[in-house]
């Protein structure tokens, strides 16, 4: 194959992943609605469907070449051809297996060249047998899922969209392009609108000239009675033929300002016509560029279903792995928005749906201890309100404990108890969604590490949202999302900082005021500002963005011109030189390179080409912290910490002298043990910070190990960390029962992973 031929091939592959993408999502979508208890009509549609969009994949994948798809799509096609002919009935194992066989479609279809690695090939072999058994109705495809244990699959499938059809109608009132075409047809409509912009201020330069000649002649009509007194000065006889040529300059200066006011006049009518000619062509062509900037925008708005209908299956594989029954409901996903905010919620949605499986739904042994449904509800909500779109995540589970909040937030070192104690409900609710604070028991690949929803907060912040969280204990736990409709124009409020113009989104100014000077009072060196029976903290803008020393409000007038700005539950307040104007503002992007400067969400285009920073409130909010911090002074530390102790016992020794290697290397003081009992023997003897221990060990494994740990009143809250390869369900509630505080498999290992966890814990 030529160069050309490959090019070729790898465009025809683009366009290819783009469309398997639309099918493997309505097979899937397919397989979820199978598992409702529907009419055996609507059954029945759902296995054509399916079988439909399993031969449409086979045929566009055969004609890329990618003939790994190709037989999984016919294996995968015979058994929806068996399920049509009535000679094999859909039980609740096969769609487990069906399930796989469109997930791994899906690896195959994202992968470069679209061929199976080796690992890929043995997964592929069992997944063909498995549907070759399904086809064959073989008792032991049926029975597969029942001898690997209880099924934990939903018993009702998602409240979701409803599998499209193959035959997809109004072809010819579409065509397929590349979003990277449509994005660069935006960008030149939103330069458009920005020359469009300039071209108004245009308006304003001819209002002004005009102005300036209307005064001019104004000036010239309040100048005539003085014009006539020269005029008869002038035109006085003379007196000898010297006053005669004296008198010649003065008369043609009086003749020059008698034609000034005419000239005035006409060029004042002149002006005027050509304002107003301007005017009505700027007011069309204002017009013009709305709605083309409209429609630009129109062509990257995506219904939200496109972004939810990957959460279904992960609901569903979520609560398999932890032996739960959940049913995820999804409304308004018709709903519209532009697709890069679409793009940008697909990593905090998942956090959340995650968090509310894991966190937030019980098993449903304990739910119908507390009288609840065996299956746990969780609801996905979009609505449209007043220009934004809320975006609401909830679930019926056992709610967020206030109390574990607040202790991790001690732990953590935000907080000291008695500070902690005081804080209200909805504050302590609030610190869910800062780093490194969770309420989970036990560190794992899934969860634990405090990460997810200060994740959530940073992603819809940066996206000029606000999220909230509100919990009820035993009820459920509901996280609600505001988020703009589009990021291309947005109301802002224009400033000035010593020279230096910004803008701050109108959305998150709560108020912008002027104070007396002698309002401003310093509490514990901190300057703050009486507000609706609150002290808020008061710092000056160009101080946190230093632009400027730090300097106390002393200097100036006696009212001083601030901003009390908002974002989430937080509010601070922020002096600045002058407040400008408020008006729309267009979003210009910095580029990958400058994807995240400190304090600056992007830019805009002012009159005259000038490019003003757009400013980010909450990284704002977190500078002006710091920088109210470097005002107190510090607290010399009495003396250096000692080196942490760790204790690795683990049987293996490339496992045991790689872990040595990885700790010491961080500096950590680590001894090994061989087994459990050494173990134990040394943690008696010697002075530890921290275990981390294999499970299968001789002698005594880590479970019991862990356990004896435990029960011990020399080290009852030695954080214990657990290294396997066994990573069941079962294995990690045997590690949570046992008391271990992390569970790290393997087969997933990560070094920096390691030490996050074991810097966490000590």
Request: aromatic share 2%.
């Given at each position: 194959m030529d160069m050309r031929e490959s090019d070729f091939l790898g465009k025809l592959r683009a366009t290819f992943r783009i469309e398997a993408e639309e099918h493997l999502q309505a097979i899937s979508s397919g397989l979820l609605e199978l598992e409702k208890a529907i009419p055996d009509e609507r059954r029945q549609e759902l296995v054509e469907n399916i079988f439909r969009e399993a031969h449409s994949l086979k045929g566009a994948a055969r004609s890329v070449n990618l003939m790994a798809v190709v037989t999984l799509c016919q294996a995968l096609e015979s058994v929806f051809s068996a399920f049509k002919r009535r000679a094999v009935s859909v039980l609740p194992a096969h769609l487990?297996?069906?399930?796989?066989?469109?997930?791994?479609?899906?690896?195959?279809?994202?992968?470069?060249?679209?061929?199976?690695?080796?690992?890929?090939e043995g997964r592929a072999a069992q997944l063909l047998e498995g549907l070759q058994e399904i086809r064959q109705g073989s008792p032991r495809a049926a029975g597969r899922e029942k001898s690997a244990g209880p099924a934990a699959a939903p018993r009702q499938a998602p409240e979701g969209p409803t599998p499209p059809s193959s035959e997809k109608g109004g072809a010819a009132d579409t065509v397929r392009i590349r979003i990277a075409r449509l994005d660069s047809l935006f960008l030149q409509a939103q330069e458009a609108l920005a020359a469009g912009l300039?071209?108004?201020?245009?308006?304003?330069?001819?209002?002004?000239?005009?102005?300036?000649?209307?005064?001019?002649?104004?000036?010239?009509?309040?100048?005539?009675?003085?014009?006539?007194?020269?005029?008869?000065?002038?035109?006085?006889?003379?007196?000898?033929?010297?006053?005669?040529?004296?008198?010649?300059?003065?008369?043609?200066?009086?003749?020059?300002?008698?034609?000034?006011?005419?000239?005035?006049?006409?060029?004042?009518?002149?002006?005027?016509?050509?304002?107003?000619?301007?005017?009505?062509?700027?007011?069309?062509?204002?017009?013009?560029?709305?709605?083309?900037?409209?429609?630009?925008?129109?062509?990257?708005?995506?219904?939200?279903?496109?972004?939810?209908?990957?959460?279904?299956?992960?609901?569903?594989?979520?609560?398999?792995?932890?032996?739960?029954?959940?049913?995820?409901?999804?409304?308004?996903?018709?709903?519209?928005?532009?697709?890069?905010?679409?793009?940008?919620?697909?990593?905090?949605?998942?956090?959340?749906?995650?968090?509310?499986?894991?966190?937030?739904?019980?098993?449903?042994?304990?739910?119908?201890?507390?009288?609840?449904?065996?299956?746990?509800?969780?609801?996905?909500?979009?609505?449209?309100?007043?220009?934004?779109?809320?975006?609401?995540?909830?679930?019926?589970?056992?709610?967020?404990?206030?109390?574990?909040?607040?202790?991790?937030?001690?732990?953590?070192?935000?907080?000291?108890?008695?500070?902690?104690?005081?804080?209200?409900?909805?504050?302590?609710?609030?610190?869910?969604?800062?780093?490194?604070?969770?309420?989970?028991?036990?560190?794992?690949?899934?969860?634990?590490?405090?990460?997810?929803?200060?994740?959530?907060?940073?992603?819809?912040?940066?996206?000029?949202?606000?999220?909230?969280?509100?919990?009820?204990?035993?009820?459920g736990t509901t996280l609600r999302l505001v988020l703009p409709v589009t990021l291309a124009t947005f109301r802002g409020v224009l400033l000035r900082v010593t020279d230096q113009h910004f803008v701050i989104p109108t959305a998150q100014v709560e108020r912008v005021l002027r104070m007396e000077r002698k309002e401003i009072k310093t509490v514990e060196n901190q300057e703050t500002i009486p507000l609706d029976g609150q002290a808020v903290s008061l710092v000056r803008l160009g101080e946190v963005l230093e632009l400027a020393p730090r300097t106390r409000l002393e200097t100036g007038g006696e009212q001083v011109t601030m901003m009390v700005l908002r974002s989430g539950e937080k509010r601070i307040a922020v002096a600045v030189e002058e407040v400008l104007s408020e008006q729309e503002v267009l979003v210009k992007s910095l580029g990958k390179q400058l994807a995240r400067v400190r304090n600056i969400a992007g830019a805009t285009v002012l009159g005259a080409g000038r490019v003003v920073p757009i400013l980010n409130v909450p990284d704002l909010m977190k500078s002006?912290?710091?920088?109210?911090?470097?005002?107190?002074?510090?607290?010399?530390?009495?003396?250096?910490?000692?080196?942490?102790?760790?204790?690795?016992?683990?049987?293996?020794?490339?496992?045991?002298?790689?872990?040595?290697?990885?700790?010491?290397?961080?500096?950590?003081?680590?001894?090994?043990?061989?087994?459990?009992?050494?173990?134990?023997?040394?943690?008696?003897?010697?002075?530890?910070?921290?275990?981390?221990?294999?499970?299968?060990?001789?002698?005594?494994?880590?479970?019991?190990?862990?356990?004896?740990?435990?029960?011990?009143?020399?080290?009852?809250?030695?954080?214990?960390?657990?290294?396997?390869?066994?990573?069941?369900?079962?294995?990690?509630?045997?590690?949570?029962?046992?008391?271990?505080?992390?569970?790290?498999?393997?087969?997933?290992?990560?070094?920096?992973?390691?030490?996050?966890?074991?810097?966490?814990?000590?």
């Open positions: 487990d297996l069906l399930h796989e066989t469109v997930e791994s479609l899906s690896q195959l279809v994202k992968s470069a060249e679209g061929e199976p690695q080796p690992s890929d300039n071209a108004r201020r245009q308006v304003v330069v001819w209002r002004d000239i005009l102005a300036e000649v209307v005064a001019g002649r104004r000036r010239l009509r309040e100048l005539n009675p003085d014009l006539q007194a020269l005029r008869r000065n002038l035109e006085a006889p003379a007196t000898s033929p010297r006053d005669a040529r004296r008198a010649l300059p003065g008369q043609r200066v009086l003749e020059y300002l008698s034609g000034q006011g005419d000239f005035l006049k006409s060029l004042e009518s002149r002006l005027r016509s050509a304002a107003r000619m301007v005017e009505l062509d700027q007011d069309e062509l204002d017009s013009t560029l709305k709605t083309l900037l409209e429609e630009a925008k129109q062509t990257l708005m995506l219904p939200c279903s496109g972004l939810l209908g990957i959460f279904p299956p992960l609901a569903r594989s979520l609560a398999r792995e932890q032996g739960k029954d959940v049913r995820l409901a999804i409304q308004g996903e018709d709903i519209e928005i532009d697709k890069r905010i679409l793009e940008e919620l697909k990593d905090p949605l998942t956090h959340i749906v995650r968090n509310s499986i894991d966190h937030g739904i019980e098993k449903p042994e304990l739910r119908q201890r507390t009288r609840k449904p065996a299956v746990g509800t969780v609801t996905i909500l979009l609505a449209q309100r007043n220009g934004k779109i809320e975006l609401t995540v909830s679930d019926d589970g056992a709610g967020i404990d206030v109390e574990k909040v607040r202790a991790a937030a001690v732990k953590h070192g935000l907080f000291t108890p008695e500070e902690a104690a005081q804080l209200d409900g909805h504050r302590a609710l609030d610190l869910v969604f800062e780093s490194g604070i969770s309420t989970s028991p036990m560190i794992t690949d899934l969860s634990g590490r405090g990460l997810g929803l200060a994740i959530v907060r940073e992603k819809v912040e940066r996206l000029g949202g606000i999220v909230t969280v509100e919990s009820r204990p035993e009820v002006a912290i710091k920088v109210r911090a470097a005002a107190v002074p510090a607290v010399v530390a009495a003396e250096i910490p000692a080196r942490r102790a760790v204790l690795v016992a683990e049987d293996s020794i490339t496992a045991r002298t790689l872990l040595k290697n990885i700790l010491e290397s961080a500096g950590y003081d680590v001894k090994t043990a061989v087994d459990g009992t050494e173990a134990l023997t040394m943690l008696k003897s010697e002075r530890f910070d921290l275990l981390v221990s294999d499970i299968d060990m001789p002698r005594m494994n880590g479970f019991e190990l862990t356990a004896k740990v435990r029960a011990d009143k020399k080290f009852p809250e030695l954080p214990v960390v657990l290294v396997t390869a066994l990573e069941s369900r079962e294995d990690r509630e045997r590690g949570i029962e046992a008391g271990a505080n992390a569970y790290i498999v393997k087969s997933n290992f990560d070094q920096s992973d390691l030490l996050s966890v074991i810097n966490r814990l000590i």
